[in-house]
């Protein structure tokens, strides 16, 4: 089993920046890929920006140039640095192990952009 936890959220001001990591712990060798997904109340899960085991990372195309997504492989742990971010709908951030034989959620954290 993997144990997800996520941290860094939080309330921040419209062009600001935030950082949001991610723990592994358990059997993380199973893990072959990682993201993170964002949730706005009401509406589905998309994915954010993920990273694979050869590290090819991809992004949505509305973070691109703002978000970067990395890890630390010695740390099992994933982070989500976000700059320039824009006003809108609060938004729960989750991290996603894709992993074997089953997936793995995190509880998520929540990210406010607002003034």
């Known amino acids: 089993q993997v144990q997800v936890v996520e941290s860094g959220g939080g309330l921040v001001q419209p062009g600001g920046s935030l950082k949001l990591s991610c723990a592994f712990s358990?059997?993380?060798?199973?893990?072959?890929?990682m993201g993170w997904y964002r949730q706005p109340p009401g509406q589905q899960r998309l994915l954010v920006a993920d990273i694979n085991s050869s590290d090819y990372i991809s992004y949505a195309d509305s973070v691109k140039g703002r978000f970067t997504i990395s890890r630390d492989k010695d740390k099992n742990t994933m982070f989500l640095q976000m700059n320039n971010l824009k006003p809108e709908h609060p938004a729960v951030y989750s991290c996603?192990?894709?992993?074997?034989?089953?997936?793995?959620w995190g509880q998520g954290t929540q990210v406010t952009v607002s003034s």
């Open positions: 996603h192990a894709d992993a074997i034989p089953s997936p793995y």
């Open positions: 358990g059997t993380t060798f199973s893990i072959y890929r």
